[in-house]
């Protein structure tokens, strides 16, 4: 099985920094893309942001210049930098991850999700 286990969340002003963390572990032979989505209450799932093994990025529109999403592939992590952060921002971020299993097939792997608050 894969796990992927999200870090970092918390409670920031609107304005202020935030980064958050993901590593996946388990029977791993290779990780393609991995992303960030979130959900906000009452809200569908968005997507946030994704980068591939070669390190290309890729930005929702709204977060675009504020977020920056970077990776260690021999840690098997990624990370989200998230400045300016702003009320709307407000949601769980889950992470994910496409990953070849030791003799299993390709597959999308979620995180249980880490709260981010942006709150005077």
């Known amino acids: 099985q894969v796990q992927l286990v999200e870090s970092g969340g918390g409670l920031v002003q609107p304005g202020g920094s935030l980064g958050l963390s993901c590593v996946a572990s388990?029977?791993?032979?290779?990780?393609?893309?991995m992303g960030w989505f979130r959900q906000a209450p009452g809200k569908q799932r968005e997507f946030v942001a994704t980068?591939?093994?070669?390190?290309?990025?890729n930005y929702a529109d709204s977060v675009k210049g504020r977020f920056t999403m970077s990776r260690d592939n021999g840690k098997n992590t990624v990370y989200l930098q998230m400045n300016s952060l702003r009320p709307e921002d407000a949601a769980i971020y889950y992470c994910?991850?496409?990953?070849?299993?030791?003799?299993?097939?390709?597959?999308?792997?979620w995180g249980q999700g880490t709260q981010v608050t942006v709150s005077s």
């Open positions: 388990g029977s791993i032979r290779s990780i393609y893309a």
């Open positions: 994910y991850a496409d990953v070849e299993q030791l003799g299993r097939p390709r597959a999308d792997y």
């Open positions: 980068i591939t093994r070669g390190y290309n990025t």
